[in-house]
């Protein structure tokens, strides 16, 4: 491979993940791990940039929902070359960490991302998928005993849900009995607050962070 700068690979990730390039992707991956940039910044500082101008194209109009799934399936693909170098076997264990998007909503790549940290950093990972209901979350945290519970939500209408997942785990008398954590893009500190969650973090590298400290 020819040299690049670290910003001109980052720009590459940004770049494919908006072209909708699949081979791009996995390339400029396979580059970056060549080149020694660090994994989670090709995710952080190259492939989510892309999602975001995405983001932007779809709200004007530029991009249609194709877009936005094709999007989608190219940062997936991406992050399976980066995935086994997020890992580390050696680490040791912290804890046990459920996470899940809340019902109504599917975007789960953020939420993959997050849980994919969460497992390199030493914590073992029950992964309830996307669309989750309230229900599923509080037998989850009743039979498989978590210490922290990572919600997910990108929609402003699957937002209250997040809420809502807190009052079942209040009602099932379990509230008492774990951590809970929120993110996704429309979330902020404050609503975090308002809705009774333990945390909010704005990204997953953050989230990985708050879950260390409350497992020292
Ligand atoms: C890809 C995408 C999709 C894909 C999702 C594929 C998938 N498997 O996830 C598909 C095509 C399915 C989709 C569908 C829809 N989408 Co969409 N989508 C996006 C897009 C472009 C990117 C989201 C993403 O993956 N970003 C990259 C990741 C890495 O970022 P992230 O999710 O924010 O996660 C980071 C942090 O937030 C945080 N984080 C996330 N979760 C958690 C959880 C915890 C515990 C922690 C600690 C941290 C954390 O860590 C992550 C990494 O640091 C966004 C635009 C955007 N830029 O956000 C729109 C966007 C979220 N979608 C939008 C919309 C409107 C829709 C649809 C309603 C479209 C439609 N008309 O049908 C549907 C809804 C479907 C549903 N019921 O969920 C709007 C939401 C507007 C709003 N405020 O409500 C957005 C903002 C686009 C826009 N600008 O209009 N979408």
């Known amino acids: 491979m020819i040299w690049m700068s670290e910003k001109d690979i980052l720009k590459r990730l940004r770049d494919s993940i908006v072209n ?7 390339q400029a991956c396979q580059d970056a791990l060549a080149q020694g940039i660090p994994p989670i910044k090709a995710v952080t500082e190259g492939m989510a940039n892309g999602m975001d101008i995405v983001g932007q194209k779809y709200e004007a109009k530029d ?5 936005l799934v094709m999007a989608g399936e190219v940062m997936k693909e991406g992050m399976k070359v980066l995935e086994p170098y997020l890992k580390d076997a050696e680490v040791k264990r912290l804890g046990k960490v459920a996470v899940g998007t809340v019902q109504g909503d ?3 790549i953020g939420k993959n991302i997050f849980a994919t940290l969460l497992e390199a950093s030493g914590f073992d990972v029950i992964d309830l998928g996307a669309n989750v209901t309230a229900d599923k979350f509080v037998e989850v945290v009743r039979d498989q005993k978590p210490e922290i519970l990572g919600l997910s939500a990108l929609l402003t209408i699957t937002m209250t849900e997040l809420g809502n997942v807190i009052k079942e785990l209040e009602k099932a008398d379990l509230r008492n009995q774990i951590k809970v954590i929120v993110g996704g893009a429309p979330l902020t500190e404050e609503y975090a607050q308002k809705i009774g969650a ?5 990204d997953a590298v ?3 962070n708050i879950c260390k400290k409350w497992v020292e």
Request: proline share 4%; aromatic share 14%; no cysteine.
């Open 20 to 26: 909708l390039d699949i081979e791009g992707v996995k």
């Open 106 to 108: 599917l975007h789960d």
């Open 206 to 208: 953050a989230g990985v």
């Open 63 to 67: 991009y249609y929902l194709a877009e």
């Open 198 to 202: 333990d945390a909010y973090a704005p």
